[in-house]
């Protein structure tokens, strides 16, 4: 039993790590290059101009910094951003 429990352990930690990535809805951003970014679990779009974009998650806001923005696509909780990224960075406040 003893043997059975130490196999056991690292795996389940493994999906309880991974579990509690994908159960928070806590904000996800995945960039590509410096040209597009993709913003999921986001609550709502506070500013949007062709050099700033900001927008509230569950734990702060995300503002992305650069130029040349177009939201190419937007959905209730996530968006697609297109333009040149030079700065994202997470805000308790602002």
Same mark, same amino acid.
């Given at each position: 039993?003893? %043997? $059975?429990? $130490?196999q056991?352990?690292?795996?389940l930690?493994?999906?309880?790590?991974?579990?509690? %990535?994908?159960?928070?809805d806590?904000? $996800?951003?995945?960039?590509?290059? *410096? *040209?597009?970014?993709?913003?999921e679990n986001?609550?709502?779009?506070?500013s949007?101009?062709?050099?700033? =974009?900001?927008?509230r998650g569950?734990?702060g806001f995300?503002?992305?910094?650069?130029?040349? /923005?177009?939201?190419?696509m937007?959905f209730?909780?996530?968006?697609? =951003?297109?333009?040149?990224?030079d700065?994202? %960075? /997470?805000?308790?406040? =602002?």
């Amino acid at each position: 039993m003893g %043997q $059975r429990k $130490r196999q056991l352990l690292p795996s389940l930690k493994q999906l309880f790590s991974l579990s509690l %990535q994908f159960s928070f809805d806590l904000p $996800r951003v995945t960039i590509i290059d *410096n *040209n597009s970014c993709h913003i999921e679990n986001h609550t709502g779009l506070i500013s949007y101009s062709t050099s700033q =974009l900001i927008v509230r998650g569950k734990t702060g806001f995300i503002e992305v910094v650069g130029s040349s /923005f177009v939201i190419s696509m937007m959905f209730k909780d996530e968006l697609f =951003l297109e333009g040149t990224i030079d700065k994202i %960075q /997470f805000l308790q406040k =602002l």
